[in-house]
């Protein structure tokens, strides 16, 4: 298959730059992955989608406010870094601007000198090694100098940085939020489990390798970026238990789908795991785990429309991709959602 075969037309200004007064006030686009039958509710709505004995599975990674800007030492040039990924004894890999004044050598200060860094090296794709220097506790001085590392397709500031975090997050290490758990509250989660619908929670640290675009024509050809992810012993079980007396899988959001199919038995079982994942899913793929998926509008020949193409048909999610534009909805981080099922 062609990337150009997962092509959307997108009008720009559906692309939502802010996130709406209520989380659970978007709208949610249900959609039958056999028939193609579509039908348009609100978030709130999710519980009339729901049965007694489902069972939800949320990513409760934490977004790291990872953007620091800052000055190169000496001469006091602007400098941004953007941390991806902890590689231990207080280096990290990054994305650095602008990159051809951050050399191996050059040193960088932070928030007045509270946190500087030396470059170590380049590394591929560009990427530089930083080691940081501190006292006290990095993520506390990451809470007081960090910025959210927002998508780049949103052009807005975040007046609330919590609004670029689900209300059940907990494990600190994304480079961007797994969206889709976006949209649920308190009240939202407890009202689900009042009505006999486990929660279950797998974390994956999301990379900004999700915005990756797909360059290559055939999508096979495409190689997919590496994400760390864990699932424990617990919601091991709650996903058998689940499977074994007939209720459905429904992953919240494509990190959930992709951390459950990334650990599971060909027969569909779950134990406790933790690793590094590049499951690529796009049609064709079988999936193991996944009954439903709650997931947010996604970027046009992206990896994540593919996956969605997987589950529910490339014909009948773009259909419905066709049916949200004319119908207005918001796409992308702070859009709204889809129902597949």
């Not at 993520?139 to 007046?159: S, V």
């Not at 589950?311 to 909805?329: D, K, M, N, S």
Request: with cysteine; net charge negative; hydrophobic share 40%.
């Amino acid at each position: 298959m062609k990337t150009s075969d997962f092509y959307y037309d997108l009008p720009p200004e559906l692309i939502a730059q802010t996130p709406l007064d209520r989380r659970d006030g978007s709208r949610l686009l249900t959609l039958n992955k056999e028939t193609g039958e579509t039908a348009h509710m609100h978030f709130f709505d999710l519980p009339k989608l729901l049965r007694p004995g489902d069972c939800l599975v949320l990513n409760d990674s934490r977004v790291l406010p990872a953007r620091l800007l800052g000055r190169r030492e000496p001469g006091g040039g602007a400098a941004e870094v953007l941390l991806l990924i902890d590689r231990g004894d207080k280096v990290w890999e990054c994305l650095v601007r602008p990159g051809r004044k951050m050399k191996p050598g050059a040193r960088l200060s932070f928030g007045g000198g509270l946190l500087t860094a030396e470059v170590l090296e380049e590394v591929e794709g560009g990427n530089r090694l930083i080691r940081f220097d501190y006292e006290g506790i990095f993520l506390e001085i990451l809470e007081q100098l960090g910025k959210m590392p927002l998508p780049p397709y949103i052009k807005e500031e975040l007046n609330d940085p919590e609004r670029y975090q689900t209300v059940y997050s907990r494990e600190v290490g994304s480079a961007a939020a797994p969206t889709a758990g976006l949209h649920f509250t308190r009240e939202l989660l407890d009202q689900v489990e009042a009505m006999g619908v486990r929660l279950a929670y797998v974390t994956l640290h999301v990379g900004l390798g999700t915005f990756r675009p797909v360059k290559e024509e055939e999508i096979t050809d495409h190689e997919m970026h590496a994400e760390y992810c864990m699932i424990s012993q617990e919601t091991a079980d709650v996903i058998n238990q689940t499977k074994r007396s007939g209720g459905r899988v429904i992953c919240v959001g494509t990190t959930s789908c992709r951390t459950v199919e990334s650990w599971a038995a060909e027969d569909g079982t779950m134990k406790e795991s933790a690793g590094w994942t590049s499951i690529y899913i796009y049609p064709g793929y079988r999936f193991k785990v996944l009954d439903c998926l709650i997931t947010n509008f996604h970027l046009p020949e992206s990896t994540l429309v593919m996956l969605v193409s997987a589950l529910a048909g490339r014909e009948h999610i773009l259909a419905a991709y066709q049916e949200a534009v004319e119908e207005r909805y918001r796409f992308f981080s702070f859009g709204d959602a889809m129902f597949i099922y």
